[in-house]
């Protein structure tokens, strides 16, 4: 069993930059790729971003050059760094924790622990 916590979401105007972070406990989390899913009122679970144990990293379109994933295994944490933040981006952050080969990370469905979320919202 893994347990994963999210922090750091807020409320924040249209530009703006937050940093999320996720603590994971339970089994050795260096064997995880963790990923960042989102969703927003009305829509489903889409995927955000993932790293996996090698710290190779894959992000959706519509973040990719405005965040960043990291992660330290020493620490057991895993961060998402958003910047030049869009309204658009406003949804409940979710961190993940999954044992699939990272062809197959960008689906929810590759990821086997989940925390309850983060609220990011953005003001235009």
């Known amino acids: 069993q893994v347990q994963l916590v999210e922090s750091g979401g807020g409320l924040v105007q249209a530009g703006g930059s937050l940093r999320l972070s996720c603590a994971a406990s339970?089994?050795?989390?260096?064997?995880?790729?963790m990923g960042w899913f989102r969703q927003a009122p009305g829509k489903g679970r889409e995927f955000v971003t993932f790293?996996?144990?090698?710290?190779?990293?894959n992000y959706e379109d519509s973040v990719k050059g405005r965040s960043t994933i990291s992660r330290d295994n020493a620490k057991n944490m895993v961060y998402l760094q958003m910047n030049s933040l869009k309204p658009e981006d406003t949804a409940v952050y979710y961190c993940?924790?999954?044992?699939?080969?990272?062809?197959?990370?960008?689906?929810?469905?590759?990821?086997?622990?989940w925390g309850q979320g983060t609220q990011v919202t953005v003001s235009s």
């Open positions: 993940a924790a999954g044992l699939r080969p990272p062809r197959v990370s960008t689906v929810a469905s590759a990821y086997d622990y």
């Open positions: 790293i996996s144990t090698r710290t190779n990293t």
């Open positions: 339970g089994r050795p989390f260096s064997i995880y790729t």
